[in-house]
């Protein structure tokens, strides 16, 4: 049992961060000062807070206990002491000069890099994004629940005779915020789930819906998530085309037959292509596809096959995720230490990203999640001026985000440096009464005249 005790300071949280990454959860006790990981050697470990340290203390102790977990177990991550969401960020406070991340932070090289690269197109889209509205609006329903799936709950699933009446609720609060929306946003993002779960009918009503209330102009930014192959028919293309939409996401995760049928998404890789071809002949000029790396029961291997096969197709916008291993997914951490080992997927998403470049693509984005193999990265590429401006505002403290639908959670930033946000009822029965108070309380928290 490894014992960690905090002298003069009070860092559980980013302590807690680091002792995860090498050994998995532990427990806090606050009575004794200390945090207690049952999985890690018995050991323990005294963190005491060094004044003179150049880091901040937050990141000082976080750091000093990273080097004597690393030293007793021999084990190194890519990231170093860094475990936050957005590296760039750490990188742009260094000016985006790669040594400091590796100098301050133990940070590998190669993410250094990466995250400098990444930063700067970042913040250039950032910016952009900045100053104008962008706007999510949320169907939490999917046909059936990928078996890696941290995010759907199984209440979607039991929900699905509900998708009517929540494309009624979904309507209702669009139509309410209408008469506040005075000019084109700069994006709109429909995310799930897989948004294409409706019928067409109810799809091509609550498209049209988004469309009119929200005002999409020639020049916003218009996704889909049309996630999975097998919800999506011509009739809900044209019904995107006829309403602005000009990016939809086509997500394979992987193109290996046998595992899509072991991960239970119900389609296979032809459909894929063949949803993607017709897309194309249907004139969406940017889609994006997604790929994990680290599936169960997948190699290193099948990983980079999917990345070239995909990439084969030359989408726009290919985003590389690594396998988030979300204790109620059902996976334990043996479950991904796959075939091809922790080392090897290591290795293969940067293979990936090198084949990426070569072919054209850059990183735009990037996010990390807690609890993922070796606590790497989501980085989304994109062929030179298509990348999407929702998926940076989303992550970002400067530009506001109005969420409609079930969960959603809106954000808005202030000129002063404050962001404050304001959640949609989670609960799908629970939205469907109350869309009409979410979008009250929405045109409330925004001020929605400002925008006029
Ligand atoms: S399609 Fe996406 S959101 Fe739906 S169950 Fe699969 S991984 Fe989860």
Redesign the pocket.
């Known amino acids: 049992m490894l014992k960690v005790i905090l002298e003069g300071h009070d860092n559980f949280y980013g302590l807690a961060d680091i002792v995860r990454l090498f050994y998995g959860p532990c427990r806090e006790d606050r009575e004794n000062g200390c945090l207690v990981c049952d999985q890690g050697p018995d050991e323990t470990i005294v963190i005491n807070a060094d004044p003179s340290a150049e880091l901040p203390l937050n990141r000082q102790v976080k750091r000093d206990l990273y080097v004597r977990l690393k030293d007793l177990s021999g084990m190194s991550f890519p990231w170093g002491c860094l475990t936050g969401i957005r590296p760039t960020a750490v990188a742009r406070e260094e000016d985006y000069d790669y040594r400091g991340l590796v100098s301050k932070y133990l940070v590998r090289e190669d993410k250094a890099k990466l995250a400098c690269q990444t930063g700067k197109l970042e913040s250039r889209i950032e910016q952009e994004a900045s100053g104008r509205l962008n706007i999510y609006a949320g169907v939490p329903f ?1 046909p ?3 078996e ?2 941290s ?2 709950a199984q209440d979607a699933i039991r929900h699905m005779g509900k998708l009517h009446e929540y494309a009624g609720a979904l309507c209702l609060e669009a139509d309410m915020l209408a008469p506040f929306i005075k000019e084109a946003p700069g994006t709109i993002y429909m995310g ?3 948004p294409t779960v409706f019928d067409e009918d109810d799809f091509g009503r609550v498209i049209e819906c988004l469309s009119r209330s929200f005002r999409a102009g020639p020049q916003t930014e218009f996704t889909v998530e049309a ?2 192959p097998d919800t999506i028919t011509e009739g809900k293309l044209d019904a995107m085309r006829s309403c602005g939409v000009n990016r939809i996401c086509i ?1 394979p ?1 992987t193109m290996n037959d046998a595992t899509l049928r072991r991960i239970n998404r119900g389609h296979t890789s032809a459909d894929i292509i063949s949803a993607y071809e017709l897309a194309r002949r249907k004139g969406f000029d940017v889609i994006n596809m997604d790929i994990i790396a680290g599936l169960k029961y997948e190699t290193a291997k099948d990983f980079t096959d999917s990345v070239r096969t995909a990439a084969g197709l030359d989408p726009e916008n290919i985003t590389i995720h690594t396998l988030y291993k979300k204790r109620r997914a059902g996976m334990s951490r043996e479950d991904v230490l796959n075939a091809g080992g922790r080392g090897d997927i290591d290795k293969a998403v940067s293979e990936a990203y090198e084949y990426l470049n070569a072919l054209g693509y850059v990183p735009y984005y990037m996010y990390r999640q807690k609890d993922t193999e070796l606590g790497l990265e989501n980085v989304g590429f994109c062929k030179p001026g298509t990348y999407n401006r929702y998926n940076v505002a989303m992550m970002s403290y400067t530009a506001d985000v109005l969420s409609a639908g079930a969960g959603g959670m809106s954000k808005r930033a202030f000129r002063d440096g404050r962001y404050e946000r304001c959640g949609n009822v989670k609960d799908i029965s629970a939205y469907i009464k109350q869309a009409r108070e979410c979008a009250e309380k929405k045109i409330a928290f925004f001020e929605l005249g400002s925008y006029s």
Request: proline share 0%; charged share 15%.
């Open positions: 999917c059936g629940r990928c890696y799936c995010f759907i799930g789930g897989t996630g999975r997500n995760q």
